[in-house]
């Protein structure tokens, strides 16, 4: 696809609030949990190279978000299955557990990981890089595999894996794809690793990874659910062309995005941001625990 070169201009505090919907009929408990204040930074001018540089994107309003019939989670589909695929053998426990743990906090669903799978177990077409010269594995066969084993209770089954993907021949690669209609996805860590550019391994390279790993989970699992990326707010729903970019993005939903998911889980908002601060602070985030205080506070005020 041929990246298309766009003049995006951020939309107005009125645009953005219009895009969070009329939240008049809502419960009055949670109506704090969409007002667009402080918390929230809006989305800023794209640089040369930037994701709404260089892609066209009209936006996804909360309305918009209700008018698409969105895939949404139902009473024999209420589960997230992950599936490690490829070099994910024999992975360190704490890192499956954390992406666990963690999907279980941001989705606020039941999130279970399923066996890795190796090449010798099931057929993967692999290539070398023509450049860089890293493995990398064909999407399409991916899929089929996920298509083969997708559990009755499955909501989506997500593949993850630490080798680069391409999905066609003439792809230089991919971060992932998905396809939310057969609730079916796969992407992969392998270029959010410090490691994959060459770079030495820091003191700090694990949590660049755990940061990179949640945040890619938290993103492309949300595709699953009909979300589209986010133009109005920083927010984790932001696109990224580039690693730098995504780093910026921050781990939270804004309040367009966070309204969406809310809808599809029906999860209650207070416990959900309670379980991501007792997540980030188990784990050592502390800048996003003390959002995520700061953001509970704003909520639930003197309660």
């Known amino acids: 696809m041929v990246a298309m070169s766009t003049r995006f201009i951020p939309s107005t505090s009125a645009k ?8 008049r009929r809502l419960p009055e408990l949670i109506r704090p949990a969409f007002q667009p204040d402080d918390d929230f930074d809006p989305i800023p001018t794209p640089k040369h190279g930037d994701w709404l540089a260089e ?17 949404v989670p139902d009473p024999r589909r209420q589960v997230i299955y992950l599936q490690p695929v490829g070099r994910f053998i024999d992975p360190p426990a704490m890192f499956l557990d954390r992406l666990n743990a963690y999907a279980g906090a941001f989705f606020k669903m039941a999130v279970r990981v399923l066996p890795a799978i190796g090449d010798r177990t099931v ?17 399409r066969d991916i899929f089929e595999i996920l298509l083969d084993i997708l559990p009755a209770d499955a909501f989506c089954i997500l593949a993850i894996t630490m080798d680069d993907l391409y999905p066609h021949p003439s792809w230089n690669f991919v971060f992932g794809q998905a396809s939310p209609g057969d609730r079916v996805g796969v992407f992969s860590f392998a270029r959010y690793n410090p490691v994959f550019y060459g770079e030495s391994r820091s003191r700090d390279a694990d949590e660049i990874m755990l940061r990179r790993s949640l945040r890619v989970l938290a993103h492309e699992t949300c595709h699953m659910f009909s979300l589209a990326h986010c133009i109005y707010f920083r927010c984790v729903m932001n696109g990224s062309n580039h690693l730098g970019e995504s780093d910026s993005r921050p781990l939270h939903l804004c309040p367009v995005c966070l309204r969406k998911l809310q809808y599809a889980v029906g999860f209650d908002l207070e416990l959900r941001y309670r379980g991501l601060l007792a997540f980030y602070k188990k784990i050592g985030l502390m800048d996003e625990a003390d959002w995520t205080e700061g953001r509970l506070k704003r909520i639930i005020g003197d309660r």
């Open 16 to 23: 953005r609030v219009a895009a969070i919907g009329d939240i």
């Open 55 to 71: 892609h066209d994107e009209i936006g996804q309003s909360f309305d918009d978000y209700i008018a698409s019939d969105p895939i």
């Open 123 to 139: 057929h993967l077409t692999t290539r070398i890089h023509p450049y860089m010269g890293n493995r990398q594995l064909l999407t």
